[in-house]
């Protein structure tokens, strides 16, 4: 986001590869396992701030999630 833009050119070039419909269906049975945790996480907690408690940890899990990143890596 705060690149210059040939620079945030470059590198989206090399990650946009690895972004095809074919890539990221390959996550979506991930995607909806990751809200299943995060849904069952808010019921056990009694409440649910959309934002915090799946908007904003949803994509940050998958994306993790596609690069290898371990999920006790994630926080």
Same mark, same amino acid.
């Given at each position: 986001?705060?690149?210059?833009?040939?620079?945030?050119? =470059?590198? =989206?070039?090399?990650?946009?590869?690895?972004?095809?419909?074919?890539?990221?269906?390959?996550? =979506?049975?991930?995607?909806?396992?990751?809200?299943?945790?995060?849904?069952?996480?808010?019921?056990?907690?009694?409440?649910?701030?959309?934002?915090?408690?799946?908007?904003?940890?949803?994509?940050?899990?998958?994306?993790?999630?596609?690069?290898?990143?371990?999920?006790?890596?994630?926080?």
């Amino acid at each position: 986001l705060y690149l210059p833009p040939d620079e945030h050119d =470059r590198i =989206r070039s090399l990650v946009a590869r690895h972004c095809t419909p074919r890539a990221v269906e390959a996550f =979506r049975e991930a995607a909806r396992q990751e809200v299943d945790r995060l849904l069952d996480q808010a019921e056990a907690q009694g409440k649910l701030d959309l934002v915090h408690d799946l908007a904003y940890p949803l994509p940050i899990a998958v994306i993790c999630r596609m690069l290898g990143i371990p999920a006790c890596d994630v926080p």
